[in-house]
């Protein structure tokens, strides 16, 4: 499944290269750049082990203080307001194209299409629950026992779906590239605000080079500033209906 980085022949640049102004043209551009310049970037030594660490620890800590008394009441929520398990399991595209099931809060009523549709904003599948799970990416939280498993990591490009990863790999120049790292419960593109429905190709081009923005400097310190951005926008986003003004 690994996508090869680098091109069959060189592109010369000169002092007097003018950057295209459009954005398609910038986007193409943009991946050419990024072509050019991933290699073969490896993070220091001491990354992966500590990342590891970081993973378990973050997890297990998250599990045992908050979703140990926190799922009960979001099960019970689940239950009382639409029929239905109380998880909602999904194949997902993982490290090399690995597949495996992603576990999240369900949020929709049952469905035909919950595996090839993606869910858009005021969606009818959503349930009154539901829409506030997404909106505070409380839905996500069951991944961090995808973390344990290691299946992911709490950083990395977000996993996609089995129909999605087929598709956009066709169509979307170095898709690929992102499966060449774990996939994440947050990463650059998330902080970036690139969230939730996929309405245009420019839009998830974007995406793309966030991720493969973060392949090319992985570091502890940027894993950490991107947990940081992470839970600041989580906070605000639970705090919001109780601080916004009437």
Request: charged content about 20%.
């Amino acid at each position: 499944m690994k996508q090869q980085a680098t091109l069959d022949i060189a592109i010369e640049r000169s002092a007097t290269q003018v950057i295209p102004q459009s954005d398609i043209a910038n986007i193409r551009y943009m991946f050419r750049e990024m072509n050019q310049q991933y290699l073969d970037h490896q993070p220091a030594s001491y990354y992966f082990a500590v990342k590891r660490i970081m993973d378990v620890a973050i997890s297990a800590a998250f599990i045992t203080l908050i979703m140990s008394w926190l799922t009960p009441i979001i099960a019970i929520l689940i239950k009382l307001t639409s029929k239905g398990p109380v998880f909602f399991i999904q194949k997902r595209t993982g490290y090399m194209g690995v597949e495996f099931n992603c576990f999240k809060f369900r949020t929709m009523y049952l469905n035909d299409e919950a595996d090839i549709q993606q869910v858009s904003i005021n969606d009818k599948r959503i349930t009154t629950i539901g829409k506030f799970l997404r909106l505070t990416h409380l839905d996500e939280t069951p991944q961090f026992f995808n973390v344990i498993l290691g299946e992911m990591s709490v950083v990395g490009p977000r996993p996609h779906m089995i129909y999605h990863t087929r598709y956009y790999s066709e169509c979307i120049p170095y898709y690929n590239l992102r499966l060449e790292v774990q996939p994440g419960m947050t990463g650059m593109a998330q902080i970036k605000d690139y969230i939730g429905e996929i309405s245009v190709e420019r839009e998830l081009r974007k995406r793309i080079q966030w991720d493969i923005y973060y392949m090319k400097n992985r570091s502890v310190l940027l894993d950490l500033k991107i947990l940081v951005s992470t839970a600041g926008s989580v906070i605000s986003k639970i705090l919001q209906p109780f601080t916004r003004k009437k």
